[in-house]
């Protein structure tokens, strides 16, 4: 069974910037696609930035030019960094990543809280 382990979350101030990581336990070369999500309180799950086999990264319009998704495969890790943060941008993120012997939704990280204070 793959396994996603997020890291990076945490406290900030609005306008601060936190990295987030999403270490898979496989070669993740081999992904067709990958994405990060995220559910604030009372909210469903939303997309966030995504980016397939042969696309470059997709974001959410309301993260352009704030958020970058990259991947090192060399590490198995998914990497999201966030700048000039808001406080809407509160929630737990989550990464997914599809591989070939994926579920139909993918595998999907246990999600690290980010908390952006006024």
């Known amino acids: 069974q793959v396994q996603l382990v997020e890291s990076g979350g945490g406290l900030v101030q609005s306008g601060g910037s936190l990295r987030l990581s999403c270490a898979a336990s496989t070669s993740i070369v081999s992904s067709r696609a990958m994405g990060w999500y995220r559910q604030a309180p009372g909210k469903r799950r939303e997309w966030v930035a995504g980016?397939?086999?042969?696309?470059?990264?997709n974001y959410k319009d309301s993260v352009k030019g704030r958020f970058t998704l990259s991947r090192d495969n060399t590490k198995n890790t998914l990497y999201l960094q966030m700048n000039s943060l808001k406080p809407e941008d509160t929630a737990v993120y989550y990464c997914?990543?599809?591989?070939?012997?994926?579920?139909?939704?993918?595998?999907w990280g246990q999600g690290t809280q980010v908390t952006v204070s006024p």
């Open positions: 997914n990543i599809f591989l070939p012997d994926s579920p139909a939704v993918g595998y």
């Open positions: 980016l397939g086999t042969d696309t470059g990264p």
